[in-house]
């Protein structure tokens, strides 16, 4: 019997009763397909990280929190270690844990946020150009003693540029500055110091750079960490100083600059030379050198006296006498020499020309002249009688060789016989029958003939 609903009151109504697994499976279903997959932040709490390589743990905000659970599959690719009071931005699909009915979130990314991802940015960035070598002290310019002229680039309203001027003033004010004007914080901060780096390198206006900028916090100061940044100053053919922020602050700029200053006043220092330094150094050397020049002189009136005394004792008139006498002796005993050599010459020329005449060749020319008609006579003679017995001996094997020539036999009457059609020769009459073709070579001719009958020989 169908019991009444007691809300309807109706006895025809089937009641649906639903069990608690399957509301919270049609809840989850219901929750996974009425949302798409959401992006939240919070701070991470509870977490746990069991032997199965899941994570799980609680994203909360000041007002409400909501549990969350990682799988190992997607775990495994998270960039840093979740912690507790992390603050984290998280890709889920919202779902419904079933045996305990809690409402879940499934994550499938997780990344910091803030502070955190910056610094992991940073930090990624640094490794990579570092693996470049962009920090390497081999490629560090060395900063010029007296710079002809300092080039700035920074923002031109900032307490940093007044800091800089200040102190160049103070430490050398002879030497020029040239600003190149640039935000040091904003969307195109980064793209816009990097044309002013390359300008300011291109141009060559400058022997040293200052990039710098007042301190801030880790966002204030991230345009210096940008890879954009870094590769112009790398590229940049002027030494240039960073001075980005605080002694505590360091940024990308600061490791791959040539020199990094810890403020901007101590970068002004850096480059420029203290003017009182430069003036004491100054008089310093002038006095030296005139005292160098006093000593010099001195010394070289010295030597001028020493060099009067030795003139006066070596005149230059008794000198040229003695050497136009040697010069007549020298000339006395050169002729003599040539005249010497010249007889010598001549006498081992008269010499030779009789050796020469000596062993003249004609006569042994002579000689093998009448020796090669000799032998050319014994090989003439030798040559015909070879001729005449290769002739013998071929008129003898010529009349041997027609005496057993077949030919020959011809002559004398004979004739050679052959079966046709296939031409053997026939040396028995029994090889042949009636009827068959034979043909006779005579010495003159050929017979084609028909055998009527054979005979045996007895």
């Given at each position: 019997?169908?019991?009444?609903?007691?809300?309807?009151g109706?006895?025809?109504?089937?009641r649906?009763?639903?069990?608690?697994?399957?509301?919270?499976?049609?809840?989850?279903?219901?929750?996974?397909?009425?949302?798409?997959?959401?992006?939240?932040?919070?701070?991470?709490?509870?977490?746990?990280?069991?032997?199965?390589?899941?994570?799980?743990?609680?994203?909360?905000?000041?007002?409400?929190?909501?549990?969350?659970?990682?799988?190992?599959?997607?775990?495994?690719?998270?960039?840093?270690?979740?912690?507790?009071?992390?603050?984290?931005?998280?890709?889920?699909?919202?779902?419904?844990?079933?045996?305990?009915?809690?409402?879940?979130?499934?994550?499938?990314?997780?990344?910091?946020?803030?502070d955190?991802?910056?610094?992991?940015?940073?930090?990624?960035?640094?490794q990579?150009?570092?693996?470049?070598?962009?920090?390497?002290?081999?490629?560090?310019?060395?900063?010029?003693?007296?710079?002809?002229?300092?080039?700035?680039?920074?923002?031109?309203?900032?307490?940093?540029?007044?800091?800089?001027?200040?102190v160049?003033?103070?430490?050398?004010?002879?030497?020029?500055?040239?600003?190149?004007?640039?935000?040091?914080?904003?969307?195109?901060?980064?793209?816009?110091?990097?044309?002013?780096?390359?300008?300011?390198?291109?141009?060559?206006?400058?022997?040293?750079?200052?990039?710098?900028?007042?301190g801030?916090?880790l966002?204030?100061?991230?345009?210096?960490?940008?890879?954009?940044?870094?590769?112009?100053?790398?590229?940049?053919?002027?030494?240039?100083?960073?001075?980005?922020?605080?002694?505590?602050d360091?940024?990308?700029?600061?490791?791959?600059?040539?020199?990094?200053?810890?403020?901007?006043?101590?970068?002004?220092?850096?480059?420029?030379?203290?003017?009182?330094?430069?003036?004491?150094?100054?008089?310093?050397?002038?006095?030296?050198?005139?005292?160098?020049?006093?000593?010099?002189?001195?010394?070289?009136?010295?030597?001028?006296?020493?060099?009067?005394?030795?003139?006066?004792?070596?005149?230059?008139?008794?000198?040229?006498?003695?050497?136009?006498?040697?010069?007549?002796?020298?000339?006395?005993?050169?002729?003599?020499?040539?005249?010497k050599?010249?007889?010598?010459?001549?006498?081992?020329?008269?010499?030779?020309?009789?050796?020469?005449?000596?062993?003249?060749?004609?006569?042994g020319?002579?000689?093998?002249?009448?020796?090669?008609?000799?032998?050319a006579?014994?090989i003439?003679?030798?040559?015909?009688?070879?001729?005449?017995?290769?002739?013998?001996?071929?008129?003898?094997?010529?009349?041997?060789?027609?005496?057993?020539?077949?030919?020959?036999?011809?002559?004398?009457?004979?004739?050679?016989?052959?079966?046709?059609?296939?031409?053997?020769?026939?040396?028995?009459?029994?090889?042949?029958?009636?009827?068959?073709?034979?043909?006779?070579?005579?010495?003159?001719?050929?017979?084609?003939?028909?055998?009527?009958?054979?005979?045996?020989?007895?």
């Open positions: 019997m169908v019991s009444p609903d007691p809300e309807t109706s006895k025809s109504a089937q649906d009763i639903y069990s608690v697994s399957r509301l919270n499976r049609e809840v989850r279903m219901l929750l996974e397909q009425g949302f798409a997959r959401v992006w939240l932040e919070g701070e991470l709490s509870n977490i746990a990280r069991p032997s199965s390589g899941h994570v799980y743990f609680t994203l909360k905000d000041e007002r409400a929190q909501i549990r969350a659970a990682m799988f190992r599959n997607r775990s495994q690719s998270l960039r840093f270690t979740p912690e507790e009071g992390t603050q984290a931005l998280v890709r889920a699909k919202v779902s419904l844990y079933e045996p305990r009915g809690d409402y879940q979130l499934i994550v499938e990314h997780m990344e910091e946020a803030g955190g991802a910056l610094r992991r940015a940073f930090e990624e960035l640094k990579r150009l570092a693996a470049e070598g962009l920090f390497t002290p081999e490629t560090k310019q060395t900063l010029p003693v007296l710079p002809q002229r300092i080039g700035v680039i920074t923002s031109p309203s900032g307490a940093a540029i007044r800091d800089v001027l200040s160049l003033r103070r430490r050398f004010p002879a030497i020029p500055v040239l600003v190149y004007p640039v935000p040091v914080q904003g969307a195109d901060a980064a793209a816009r110091i990097a044309d002013s780096i390359r300008l300011a390198s291109d141009r060559g206006d400058c022997d040293v750079l200052i990039l710098t900028r007042g801030g916090s966002e204030d100061l991230w345009t210096f960490n940008e890879e954009v940044v870094a590769r112009a100053v790398h590229a940049c053919r002027i030494p240039l100083v960073s001075a980005i922020g605080h002694e505590i360091f940024t990308i700029a600061d490791f791959v600059a040539d020199q990094r200053a810890p403020t901007p006043s101590a970068a002004a220092e850096l480059v420029s030379p203290d003017q009182q330094e430069w003036l004491s150094r100054f008089n310093t050397l002038a006095s030296r050198l005139e005292n160098r020049l006093r000593q010099a002189l001195s010394l070289g009136t010295q030597q001028a006296g020493w060099l009067q005394k030795r003139l006066q004792q070596r005149h230059p008139g008794q000198y040229l006498r003695q050497q136009s006498q040697r010069l007549d002796q020298l000339e006395q005993r050169s002729c003599f020499i040539v005249n050599n010249i007889s010598d010459l001549q006498a081992e020329l008269n010499e030779i020309s009789g050796r020469l005449k000596r062993l003249s060749p004609v006569h020319i002579a000689q093998q002249q009448l020796r090669q008609a000799a032998l006579h014994r003439g003679s030798a040559v015909q009688r070879l001729l005449t017995e290769k002739q013998r001996r071929l008129a003898l094997s010529s009349r041997a060789l027609n005496a057993i020539s077949p030919l020959a036999t011809l002559e004398r009457g004979y004739a050679i016989v052959s079966r046709l059609p296939e031409r053997h020769i026939l040396h028995q009459a029994s090889k042949v029958k009636p009827g068959d073709q034979v043909e006779a070579r005579l010495s003159e001719g050929v017979l084609l003939c028909t055998v009527e009958q054979t005979t045996e020989s007895p």
